[in-house]
């Protein structure tokens, strides 16, 4: 029973009220209301003394009158009143209401009756979006009966959802069009037996046809048997109703890569997106698709004046997308250059191009003409998926739009940071360049390959300590002319052969027959224990070492080049006897000499370049060995990772190498930085030599000799230690090196005391 009471001010009511049951104890009242020029009243419903919690919306009616549509859950009062506010000179006006007198089922066409169109839409959002997680309405049966009536009502034959293509983990694509003013999905229901569910959907809107109609692609978990029900699909300001599929066959993607749907770009971008996001397996997918069947390459060479343009680098990772390529603008035509995505509107990047100049061969003999090459990244561009052909535009400020997309790139973390580091010319990359153009794909590239990197595998030789006094680790990478002669000195060390063990570090896969062979015919030669750690795929430095340090045993850590050499027996024992916590020695070097005497490093210190970028350099490096302040030991700011020596312990403390450095460069220096961080020093033991044929190994790597990675890597360091380094140079500068250490070095048997050390044992 509905009765209404106006206030005392109020002369006749002003409203029409009506009362349905939405499900359980929810009900909808429907008061409607004469146009008023006192703005947007307000309503109030009370039960028992008490306010209740109710949702409202204004729906407008097709003759100019106003609905106030309240949900509100019975509290199970005999009667509720209902207060209508700013009203004007009226007053407010009151109604009360008995909701246990209401038994039936709303029904829809009543509610929807003498609506707008749009209140019409705006009543489903609300009875599908807002109402039901408020209201607990989301698996009443009654309520779910009354909203498939009431969406029915609305679109009475829903078009059904088409099954395009099936993806990976139970997932389908799926198509459907909607009205040209839909916009972009913003939640999506389904509405079936089991309830009414939102559901998180990856959907894409394409442009308008002819007709006016836009495509929607979905990305739909495969129906359960049954099937059926309705999806329910809403825009910023639209809804629209489709039936979901039965249980059947989805096309294979195979076939639908082939077809006319996915030559557009910017949808098989988007696909791209949607597979990578679904699992390896589904990325793995992507990449095999895009390469099966190629979209056409796209450029502009020309031999005139006109503008022209070729995009040859479109690498992708997490951290997003890295383009480079040439171009040629003699008359400063150029407005914009957009990067295409898979769904959404292009990037402006005509701001982040990097430019540099380089020369384009013209077709005649030898000859060469100008032209501006460029780099330029757009960060979390696709949302990390691999997308192996973007589309660019160069916009021209006469109108006309020239058209890149690059062949097939590739999609392995290892090449992607190959090309990234051969993006920029080394002679024009910049501190700036570095940071915002190519060290977020190299960062990423690291992770990734730091993240999937699988275990390596061992092999011995021969029977290893149980117990040694001594880790050695030596990376080997493709140059291995000098293991013959260093493992001839390690076999002929007496401290070496009853103290340490060896640990050779295979970082070139590739060649772990040969190497194996190599190690197994030493071994045979000089008796001497080994292993052999091979990497299943190459890491670089940092990695192979730290990898070969989880190998080992040892106390002590030496972390030595394959192409150093000992100059006498005690080497080892010689360099592990300065090390000391309690005087706070953290990690030793030695002398280490070039093949002809002359000092390759006697300690290493920081000096900025001419861009304010912090380098190593090594102390009196082309001097005579015999140069007397090369043979004073003394603390250094730092020691190379040619051969250096830690405690384990500390090594462990510390996390090792850092892995973020690319190729091989720097992480030495950043593992003493982390030593003096962690309040130890570093010492330079001239008494121990050693000879050292400088990088005969990392020159064999073709993405280090490019030099971007050397500068990426310099540049890195700046960035983490720029404060520390420029407070430790002063420091060294002002006092020509830092305070000595006091007290004489131990000897060896305080090495017990001191770090724990113990004599090696047989297993």
Same mark, same amino acid.
């Given at each position: 029973?509905?009765?209404?009471?106006?206030?005392?001010?109020?002369?006749?009511?002003?409203?029409?009220?009506?009362?349905?049951?939405?499900?359980?104890?929810?009900?909808?009242?429907?008061?409607?209301?004469?146009?008023?020029?006192?703005?947007?009243?307000?309503?109030?419903?009370?039960?028992?003394?008490? =306010?209740?919690?109710?949702?409202?919306?204004?729906? %407008?009616?097709?003759?100019?009158?106003?609905?106030?549509?309240?949900?509100?859950?019975?509290?199970?009062?005999?009667?509720?009143?209902?207060?209508?506010? +700013?009203?004007?000179?009226?007053?407010?006006?009151?109604?009360?209401?008995?909701?246990?007198?209401?038994?039936?089922?709303?029904?829809?066409?009543?509610?929807?009756?003498?609506?707008? /169109?749009?209140?019409?839409?705006?009543?489903?959002?609300?009875?599908?979006?807002?109402?039901?997680?408020?209201?607990?309405?989301?698996?009443?049966?009654?309520?779910?009966?009354?909203?498939?009536?009431?969406?029915?009502?609305?679109?009475?034959?829903?078009?059904?959802?088409?099954?395009?293509?099936?993806?990976?983990?139970?997932?389908?694509?799926?198509?459907?069009?909607?009205?040209?003013?839909?916009?972009?999905?913003?939640?999506?229901?389904?509405?079936?037996?089991?309830?009414?569910?939102?559901?998180?959907?990856?959907?894409?809107?394409?442009?308008?046809?002819?007709?006016?109609?836009?495509?929607?692609?979905?990305?739909?978990?495969?129906?359960?048997?049954?099937?059926?029900?309705?999806?329910?699909?809403?825009?910023?300001?639209?809804?629209?109703?489709?039936?979901?599929?039965?249980?059947?066959?989805?096309?294979?993607?195979?076939?639908?890569?082939?077809?006319?749907?996915?030559?557009?770009?910017?949808?098989?971008?988007?696909?791209?997106?949607?597979?990578? %996001?679904?699992?390896?397996?589904?990325?793995?997918?992507? &990449?095999?698709?895009?390469?099966? &069947?190629?979209?056409? &390459?796209?450029?502009? =060479?020309?031999?005139?004046?006109?503008?022209?343009?070729?995009?040859?680098?479109?690498?992708?990772?997490?951290?997003?997308?890295?383009?480079?390529?040439?171009? =040629?603008?003699?008359?400063?035509?150029?407005?914009?250059?957009?990067?295409?995505?898979?769904? %959404?509107?292009?990037?402006?990047?005509?701001?982040?191009?990097?430019?540099?100049?380089?020369?384009?061969?013209?077709?005649?003999?030898?000859?060469?003409?100008?032209?501006?090459?460029?780099?330029?990244?757009?960060?979390?561009?696709?949302?990390?998926?691999?997308?192996?052909?973007?589309?660019?535009?160069?916009?021209?400020?006469?109108?006309?739009?020239?058209?890149? =997309?690059?062949?097939?790139?590739?999609?392995?973390?290892?090449?992607?940071?190959?090309?990234?580091?051969?993006?920029?010319?080394?002679?024009?990359?910049?501190?700036?360049?570095?940071?915002?153009?190519?060290?977020?794909?190299?960062?990423?590239?690291?992770?990734?390959?730091?993240?999937?990197?699988?275990?390596?595998?061992?092999?011995?030789?021969?029977?290893?300590?149980?117990?040694?006094?001594?880790?050695?680790?030596? /990376?080997?990478?493709?140059?291995?002319?000098?293991?013959?002669?260093?493992?001839?000195?390690?076999?002929?060390?007496?401290?070496?052969?009853?103290?340490?063990?060896?640990?050779?570090?295979?970082?070139?896969?590739?060649?772990?027959?040969?190497?194996?062979?190599?190690?197994?015919?030493?071994?045979?030669?000089?008796?001497?224990?080994?292993?052999? &750690?091979?990497?299943?795929?190459?890491?670089?430095?940092?990695?192979?070492?730290?990898?070969?340090?989880?190998?080992?045993?040892?106390?002590?850590?030496?972390?030595?080049?394959?192409?150093?050499?000992?100059?006498?027996?005690?080497?080892?024992?010689?360099?592990?006897?300065?090390? +000391?916590?309690?005087?706070?020695?953290?990690?030793?070097?030695?002398?280490?000499?070039?093949?002809?005497?002359?000092?390759?490093?006697?300690?290493?210190?920081?000096?900025?370049?001419?861009?304010?970028?912090?380098?190593?350099?090594?102390?009196?490096?082309?001097?005579?060995?015999?140069?007397?302040?090369?043979?004073?030991?003394?603390?250094?700011?730092?020691?190379?990772?040619?051969?250096?020596?830690?405690?384990?312990?500390?090594?462990?403390?510390?996390?090792?190498? +850092?892995?973020?450095?690319?190729?091989?460069?720097?992480?030495?220096?950043?593992?003493?930085?982390?030593?003096?961080?962690?309040?130890?020093?570093?010492?330079?033991?001239?008494?121990?030599?050693?000879?050292?044929?400088?990088?005969?190994?990392?020159?064999?790597?073709?993405?280090?000799?490019?030099?971007?990675?050397?500068?990426?890597?310099?540049?890195?360091?700046?960035?983490?230690?720029?404060?520390?380094?420029?407070?430790?140079?002063?420091?060294?500068?002002?006092?020509?090196?830092?305070?000595?250490?006091?007290?004489?070095?131990?000897?060896?048997?305080?090495?017990?005391?001191?770090?724990?050390?113990?004599?090696?044992?047989?297993?």
């Amino acid at each position: 029973m509905l009765s209404l009471a106006p206030a005392p001010v109020a002369v006749t009511p002003p409203a029409q009220l009506e009362l349905h049951r939405l499900g359980g104890s929810i009900f909808l009242l429907c008061w409607t209301l004469e146009a008023s020029p006192f703005g947007k009243p307000s309503i109030a419903l009370t039960g028992g003394g008490r =306010r209740l919690a109710a949702a409202s919306i204004s729906l %407008g009616l097709r003759d100019g009158r106003e609905r106030l549509a309240i949900a509100f859950r019975s509290s199970g009062h005999d009667s509720i009143v209902a207060t209508l506010s +700013d009203q004007g000179p009226q007053g407010d006006v009151t109604a009360s209401f008995d909701p246990a007198l209401v038994h039936g089922l709303a029904d829809p066409a009543e509610i929807l009756k003498d609506l707008a /169109p749009q209140a019409r839409l705006t009543l489903a959002n609300a009875l599908v979006r807002a109402w039901p997680p408020l209201f607990g309405l989301s698996s009443i049966p009654n309520y779910l009966s009354f909203l498939r009536q009431l969406l029915l009502t609305l679109f009475a034959k829903p078009a059904a959802m088409q099954p395009t293509a099936a993806l990976v983990e139970g997932q389908w694509l799926v198509e459907t069009f909607v009205p040209a003013d839909f916009g972009a999905l913003r939640t999506a229901s389904r509405l079936d037996g089991a309830g009414l569910t939102r559901l998180d959907l990856k959907s894409r809107v394409g442009a308008a046809d002819r007709s006016g109609k836009r495509e929607l692609h979905l990305v739909l978990e495969e129906p359960p048997v049954r099937g059926g029900g309705l999806l329910i699909l809403q825009s910023e300001r639209s809804l629209i109703v489709r039936a979901l599929p039965g249980r059947q066959a989805a096309p294979s993607l195979g076939r639908w890569w082939a077809g006319k749907a996915a030559s557009r770009d910017g949808l098989r971008n988007w696909v791209v997106e949607q597979l990578a %996001g679904l699992s390896e397996q589904g990325r793995l997918l992507a &990449v095999e698709m895009q390469r099966r &069947v190629p979209l056409a &390459v796209q450029h502009v =060479r020309r031999n005139d004046d006109l503008p022209a343009a070729e995009l040859d680098l479109a690498v992708c990772n997490r951290a997003g997308l890295l383009i480079g390529g040439w171009l =040629r603008d003699p008359d400063d035509l150029l407005q914009e250059v957009l990067l295409h995505r898979g769904a %959404g509107e292009p990037i402006a990047m005509l701001s982040r191009l990097q430019r540099f100049p380089v020369r384009l061969p013209t077709g005649a003999e030898g000859e060469t003409r100008t032209a501006t090459g460029f780099a330029a990244f757009a960060s979390d561009y696709a949302g990390g998926a691999p997308v192996l052909q973007p589309r660019c535009e160069i916009k021209l400020k006469s109108g006309t739009t020239l058209t890149l =997309r690059p062949a097939v790139q590739p999609a392995d973390a290892a090449t992607i940071r190959a090309r990234a580091l051969a993006a920029i010319p080394p002679q024009y990359l910049t501190a700036a360049m570095l940071e915002g153009t190519l060290a977020p794909i190299l960062a990423a590239c690291q992770d990734e390959l730091s993240e999937s990197r699988p275990e390596p595998t061992v092999r011995e030789f021969g029977q290893p300590w149980a117990r040694p006094k001594a880790s050695v680790v030596i /990376p080997l990478y493709r140059v291995y002319d000098f293991l013959r002669v260093q493992v001839a000195a390690f076999a002929g060390d007496p401290w070496f052969v009853e103290n340490a063990e060896l640990i050779y570090v295979l970082d070139s896969p590739e060649h772990e027959a040969e190497v194996a062979h190599l190690l197994g015919g030493l071994h045979l030669a000089y008796g001497l224990p080994m292993r052999l &750690v091979a990497m299943r795929r190459n890491g670089g430095f940092s990695a192979a070492c730290n990898a070969g340090v989880r190998q080992g045993r040892g106390e002590a850590l030496a972390l030595v080049n394959s192409d150093v050499i000992p100059s006498r027996n005690g080497w080892l024992a010689a360099l592990i006897a300065k090390l +000391d916590r309690r005087r706070r020695v953290g990690a030793v070097g030695p002398k280490l000499l070039y093949d002809d005497g002359s000092l390759q490093h006697a300690g290493l210190y920081f000096k900025r370049d001419s861009k304010g970028t912090w380098l190593n350099h090594h102390y009196f490096k082309g001097m005579p060995g015999s140069y007397a302040p090369a043979n004073i030991e003394r603390p250094v700011p730092g020691v190379t990772g040619a051969c250096i020596v830690i405690a384990r312990e500390l090594f462990d403390e510390l996390g090792g190498f +850092d892995e973020s450095y690319v190729i091989g460069d720097y992480e030495d220096s950043d593992l003493c930085l982390k030593v003096r961080r962690a309040g130890f020093g570093i010492l330079y033991a001239p008494d121990t030599a050693l000879y050292h044929l400088e990088r005969q190994s990392i020159s064999k790597s073709s993405d280090y000799t490019r030099g971007a990675a050397s500068q990426h890597n310099a540049w890195l360091q700046t960035r983490r230690w720029d404060a520390q380094i420029d407070a430790l140079m002063q420091a060294f500068e002002t006092s020509a090196a830092e305070p000595a250490l006091q007290g004489p070095a131990p000897s060896e048997p305080d090495l017990v005391p001191r770090f724990g050390f113990r004599r090696a044992t047989a297993a």
